[in-house]
């Protein structure tokens, strides 16, 4: 099993990253909860973040909101992430997350959507630096976790102020920065421009997380390399693939074979419907159900059937019956 790495006296999870260099899971709303945390980790994951959850939902004890910070405490360095722009509200929220299990505690200023950015919190906030500062050191305050970022390169072509938002992280208290170089105007077109990154990483001495675009081992040893990050972080390449995380680390790493991968997706909807019941974990696993299936053969019948399927039994029914077809095909 995967040791958590424990920091050393005075120094952060985060410090850690700099002599473990790990590929670490993004956070991914609605996808990086507890079970699937669970399982990238189980696959060799060492460092995760989970999805982002909304403080003031938080604070006003919001049952969804709650849900979405379990499984904190974990066997492998977990990161909580905060979505908002009230100080107090992120530091009332930042002290949940720690006592839930937290590692440490990051704060959003990445999500592109309309509905958070209107209320002036995720990318929103990379054009209030003066407010940025004010959250950070609220929350550095009061939480004795380390506080880190994951921004965007900056709000559009106007306004690329990653290098900005970074200096000032880091003279607040911040302890790490995780930087996804595309601006919020971009959202997730394009090509993530790795030279933010690298720009980010020489304006200051805190550990730099690279992100965006990383799909094989060959694209993060270029990450690392062009960049001097202290870490690369995965996201949508993660879904269905959980295995990535060792695939990058262990260049004599074998894939799991296609039965395999379905095991691994059993264990997967097992660990959903224990967190959240039979129904709603079966329906939530049919995101994850079609990105397992993306590299699989003859899944045909898996994906005809795979809008009806409501329960654990349906699903590992099916899928078991998958398994055999593979065998019958001999694609193993
Ligand atoms: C479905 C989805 C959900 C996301 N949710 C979050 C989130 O909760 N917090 C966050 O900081 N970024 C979030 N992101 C952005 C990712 O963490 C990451 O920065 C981005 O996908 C680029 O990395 P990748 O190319 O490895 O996917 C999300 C992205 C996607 C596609």
């Known amino acids: 099993m995967t040791e958590k790495m424990e920091p050393k006296e005075n120094r952060t999870v985060f410090d850690e990253l700099r002599s473990t260099r790990p590929v670490v899971l993004a956070p991914l709303s609605g996808i990086t909860d507890a079970p699937f945390r669970e399982i990238c980790r189980k696959q060799g994951c060492r460092f995760v973040y989970a999805e982002m959850t909304s403080s003031e939902a938080l604070v006003r004890s919001n049952d ?24 107090s509200v992120m530091a009332d929220a930042a002290e949940m997350c720690v006592e839930m299990g937290a590692d440490a505690v990051d704060i959003n200023l990445g999500c592109p959507a309309k509905q958070i950015v209107r209320g002036g919190g995720g990318s929103a ?54 930087v ?7 959202a997730f077109k394009g090509h993530a421009n790795w030279e933010v990154i ?28 062009s960049t001097g990050c202290d870490a690369v972080m995965v996201g949508r390449a993660a879904l269905g693939h959980p295995w990535i995380f060792r695939e990058i680390e262990d260049p004599g790493f074998e894939p799991p074979d296609f039965t395999r991968r379905i095991d691994i997706a059993i264990e997967h909807i097992h660990l959903l419907v224990e967190e959240k019941g039979s129904y709603r974990g079966a329906l939530e696993f049919r995101k994850h159900l079609a990105c397992y299936l993306k590299s699989m053969p003859e899944n045909k019948l898996v994906r005809e059937q795979m809008n009806r399927l409501d329960s654990l039994e349906s699903v590992v029914d099916i899928l078991e019956r998958y398994k055999q077809r593979l065998h019958e095909f001999s694609f193993q």
Do not use: Y
Not at 180 to 186: F, G, I, K, L
Not at 198 to 222: F, L, Y
């Open 125 to 178: 906030l990379m054009r209030e630096p003066l407010l940025v500062a004010e959250i950070i050191r609220t929350m550095a305050s009061r939480i004795r976790k380390p506080v880190s970022v994951k921004m965007r390169a900056g709000w559009d072509d106007q306004c690329r102020n990653a290098v900005e938002i970074a200096r000032l992280a880091e003279a607040e208290g911040a302890s790490a920065i995780a």
């Open 198 to 225: 690298a720009r980010v990483k020489e304006a200051v001495s805190i550990p730099v997380i690279g992100n965006g675009d990383v799909r094989c081992r060959e694209d993060a040893v270029r990450m690392f390399d």
């Open 64 to 87: 969804r909101a709650h849900a979405r910070i379990r499984g904190l405490n974990a066997p492998v360095p977990t990161v909580a992430q905060l979505l908002g722009n009230r100080p």
């Open 180 to 186: 996804h170089p595309r601006t919020r105007t971009q």
